[in-house]
């Protein structure tokens, strides 16, 4: 398995902006996936872009893919107070099915 | 729908005491089990994980230990807790496949006194 670094490590925005988290890899990869958690609880999946894709959309989340930079991002449109969590990215490639996060983004959307 | 149960949801422990952290999952058959912890304001490390019935692997040698007695339950042990112990410990399960999403419990807080 391998990590992916999330930058900035925090974000502090207002309720209605968009928030826009990174994500950069070291080597080839078969998927990407982001991951939400809230304080105090488990993280929840909320996208997978494969290796072959561009973009990808899901209600306000929108992802990213550039596998020549080797990096994703995940921009979180009209955001809201409950988009407040720290966010994750997994690489994870045909070797298996471990995934390893790294610190993730703190994200803090002010009403 | 699948889901994933664990518990306790807060523990405090002293020093040396034993633990059993129990974790379960209903409504899949075969899944891969992970167990993970984090430390405040930190990402995961992975602990161990689990392709089946009695098959473990260790990512991180420390003083906690795993089992699986039955397809869908994954058992986090130790005999003699440490202070370093303390932390967020995650369950999570995925299917058998590579590159699948993991699903996670909503964790248990040990804290060690």
């Known amino acids: 398995s391998q990590q992916g670094e999330e930058d900035p490590q925090a974000l502090s925005i207002q309720e209605g902006e968009n928030a826009t988290m990174n994500c950069s890899y070291k080597?080839?990869?078969?998927?990407l996936q982001w991951y939400r958690q809230n304080s105090g609880r488990g993280l929840v999946h909320l996208i997978l872009?494969?290796?072959?894709?561009r973009e990808k959309h899901s209600g306000r989340l929108r992802v990213t893919l550039d596998t020549s930079k080797k990096s994703s991002s995940l921009l979180i449109t009209a955001s809201r107070a409950a988009d407040t969590a720290s966010y994750f990215c997994?690489?994870?490639?045909?070797?298996?099915?471990?995934?390893?996060f790294g610190g993730g983004t703190r994200l803090m959307v002010k009403p | 729908s699948q889901t994933i149960h664990q518990w306790p949801a807060t523990l405090v422990q002293p020093v040396g005491s034993p633990l059993s952290l129990e974790c379960t999952v209903e409504?899949?058959?075969?899944?891969?089990l992970y167990w993970y912890r984090q430390a405040a304001g930190r990402g995961l490390q992975l602990l161990f994980y689990?392709?089946?019935?009695?098959?473990i692997s260790s990512e991180v040698p420390q003083n906690l230990s795993a089992s699986r007695p039955q397809d869908r339950q994954f058992i986090l042990s130790s005999k003699k807790l440490l202070l370093s112990d303390s932390g967020f410990y995650l369950c999570?399960?995925?299917?058998?496949?590579?590159?699948?999403?993991?699903?996670f419990g909503d964790g248990t807080r040990l804290s060690i006194l």
């Open positions: 409504g899949t058959s075969n899944p891969n």
């Open positions: 997994a690489p994870t490639n045909n070797a298996g099915n471990m995934l390893t």
């Open positions: 872009i494969r290796s072959n894709e």
């Open positions: 080597t080839s990869i078969n998927n």
């Open positions: 689990s392709v089946g019935i009695g098959q």
């Open positions: 999570a399960w995925s299917l058998g496949t590579a590159g699948q999403p993991q699903h």
